[in-house]
């Protein structure tokens, strides 16, 4: 990542970020935004010594999860003028940069050249919108961005395509040990699954037994229902494993045959380290990109939308291959 990364400062030191980054247990808001950041934050840092702080909305989850990381945070509430709240921050912060990652459609980006003009550069990242609001940097490592994002602008520098993800490598440990005679297949959707999927799949998963596979269920630091989920594998446990928030999730899915997951960061995650994932998608750009992996022979399979019974037939099949009993087509289910 740093030698992608290192060029977009040309040479000069940055001295002050501000990010600007939602998460929490909002619907069409998930985790992997604040990650995301977290990640640069942690990688600025080492490299330029740089100081840090987060603009976030007083989402609980998601200030917890940044203030845990040891970042500095100012929160605010939904009533308040974003823009004029993010003018006033930048100037007394003085930040030279400003990240921006927010999925929010109405996103006000028409500030953008008023700030430029002051002297401070702009860092827009997208996964879904493909917009372009002339700022300094736009990055979005979607699978879709080549071919969606159309009409740039000169004085901005485009990182496109999953070759930009943000991801890194060093920071994943070694495997734990696989199980032996079990195949072993994580469930993840998200930091706060605000869809309600993680549910679904378990209701539907409990409907069959599944000899020979433990199911472990992961539960992010935003998922409001650990109580239910436990409630419903409650005598089940040589089948089901409930892992709330785990200190390193690509650790549990390097352990496994199989990951469940939605189509967002952790796809990509599992993508870069060619570990084996079906994509359940909960949102429509979600299922585009699954689709697009799919196409392109990157996913075991996916479902384009919810449908128990032809989900619960595929991860059957997946299974008995897995197994060694039967051979697997991949396949892409939007029937």
């Not at 999925?103 to 917009?131: N, Q, V």
């Not at 070694?174 to 699954?193: C, E, H, M, W």
């Not at 998922?223 to 005598?235: C, I, M, P, T």
Request: proline fraction near 5%; charge should be negative.
């Amino acid at each position: 990542m740093q030698e992608w990364i290192t060029p977009i400062f040309q040479g000069q030191r940055p001295k002050r970020f501000l990010f600007r980054v939602d998460a929490g247990r909002v619907a069409g808001l998930s985790f992997g935004h604040l990650e995301r950041c977290l990640l640069l934050s942690q990688l600025f840092r080492q490299l330029f010594l740089s100081e840090h702080l987060f603009l976030m909305r007083d989402y609980a989850e998601g200030v917890g999860r940044a203030r845990h990381k040891g970042e500095q945070v100012k929160e605010f509430c939904g009533s308040i003028e974003e823009r004029e709240l993010l003018l006033q921050t930048v100037e007394e912060f003085q930040a030279d940069w400003l990240v921006v990652d927010l999925p929010y459609d109405e996103m006000d980006c028409s500030f953008f050249p008023e700030l430029r003009k002051r002297g401070c550069k702009i860092i827009f990242i997208d996964d879904a919108r493909f917009m372009d609001p002339q700022a300094d940097v736009v990055l979005n490592s979607s699978i879709l961005a080549p071919h969606r994002l159309r009409g740039q602008h000169a004085g901005t520098t485009y990182l496109l395509g999953p070759s930009y993800f943000i991801f890194e490598r060093t920071a994943i440990p070694p495997p734990v040990a696989v199980l032996q005679n079990k195949i072993r297949i994580l469930l993840t959707f998200g930091g706060s699954d605000p869809t309600g999927i993680t549910l679904k799949v378990l209701d539907a998963l409990l409907s069959r037994s599944w000899p020979g596979v433990l199911l472990s269920v992961v539960l992010g630091p935003g998922f409001g229902e650990v109580d239910r989920v436990r409630e419903l594998v409650q005598g089940r446990e040589q089948s089901y494993q409930v892992l709330v928030n785990p200190e390193n999730l690509l650790k549990e899915a390097m352990a496994s045959e199989l990951t469940i997951c939605a189509g967002g960061r952790t796809m990509y995650e599992l993508s870069c380290l060619n570990r084996p994932f079906m994509g359940v998608a909960t949102a429509p750009h979600e299922a585009e990109a699954i689709e697009a992996f799919c196409v392109q022979g990157l996913a075991r399979a996916g479902l384009l939308h919810w449908q128990p019974t032809v989900f619960l037939d595929t991860l059957q099949d997946i299974v008995l291959e897995l197994q060694g009993t039967e051979d697997h087509v991949e396949e892409i289910i939007d029937d």
